[in-house]
């Protein structure tokens, strides 16, 4: 009986803490249970674009006595729509600051609100396709680098806590789309005459295929220095490839004419064929 008495009364201190916990508040200082939490709205403001990723498709029309050709390209992306209640850029009366929210349920319904507006249900796939014409001159290779694009909805959570005004903002991913390059470029073709990386066994000959370029380091860890940058279509020799390191992997590079050696995040480099290194000699 006695350890029964104990038990309970211990269950309820614990459970008198937590309940004194949920009720934070603004500023950092503990919210009285006798606040007026009112929440009003969910009002949208401006849209917003980020890159998600790239990638590039490759239409091979170089071989001599061939005119202008037309090819279809078939893209597709999966993508889920999610939202972000950034607390952290609250505006209390007019003024900047962290707020947590008052109470669980001013939380549960702000994101109630959103995710009925945007239609938003957890595990939901959905998939967008698009269909590319490109028209690829004689005597060239083109490469299409295809930019996706994360377009947002941004808003902010308007509510009450006594007369204190406070908006929160949010922001939904409500569509996904491309942007393309419409020049039409030559693929780079090793030079016979300017290479100074070694092509020791293992190693192989490749361009860039990022559009936006990337960065070389001097160790294959993301804190590394940046010591220089490689280029959209810049050749270059992958010396080590696929190495992880640091939770990311990673391709040793050096850069066709200027010999610089560094590390690069792997994934963003296109091996150059053979008939491209037969096409370099006859040159």
């Known amino acids: 009986m006695i350890f029964t008495k104990y038990y309970f009364l211990i269950l309820n201190i614990i459970l008198l803490g937590l309940g004194s916990i949920l009720f934070s508040c603004y500023n950092g200082k503990p919210s009285n249970p006798q606040d007026v939490i009112k929440f009003v709205d ?5 849209s917003s674009e980020e890159l998600l990723d ?24 999966e993508w889920s729509k999610t939202y972000l209640i950034n607390s952290e850029k609250s505006l209390i009366n007019g003024v900047e600051g962290i707020i947590n929210f008052p109470v669980l349920n001013i939380k549960f319904q702000a994101e109630q609100e959103i995710r009925n507006k945007y239609e938003i249900l957890k595990q939901k796939k959905e998939s967008v396709t698009h269909t590319i014409q490109v028209k690829v001159p004689p005597g060239t290779k083109r490469t299409i680098p295809i930019r996706w694009i994360n377009r947002y909805q941004n808003g902010k959570i308007k509510y009450f806590i006594n007369n204190t005004l406070i908006y929160t903002p949010y922001k939904v991913l409500v569509d996904v789309t491309y ?35 990337l960065f070389l380091r001097p160790e294959p860890r993301r804190g590394s220095k940046r010591i220089a940058s490689v280029v959209f279509m810049q050749t270059i020799v992958v010396l080590q490839d696929n190495i992880l390191q640091d939770n ?36």
């Open 248 to 283: 990311q992997r990673w391709q040793e590079i050096c850069v066709e004419g200027t010999g610089q050696k560094g590390w690069m995040k792997a994934g963003n480099v296109q091996k150059l064929e053979k008939s491209d290194l037969r096409e370099s000699v006859n040159q």
């Open 54 to 77: 790239t990638e590039t498709r490759t239409i091979d029309n170089s071989k001599k006595g061939d005119g202008e050709i037309t090819r279809t390209i078939t893209i597709t992306k």
């Open 179 to 213: 942007d393309i390059d419409n020049n039409t470029q030559k693929l780079p073709i090793p030079s016979k005459i300017s290479s100074v990386c070694p092509l020791n066994s293992g190693a192989y000959k490749a361009y860039v295929n990022t559009y936006e370029g």
């Open 42 to 46: 969910i009002i949208e403001t401006e």
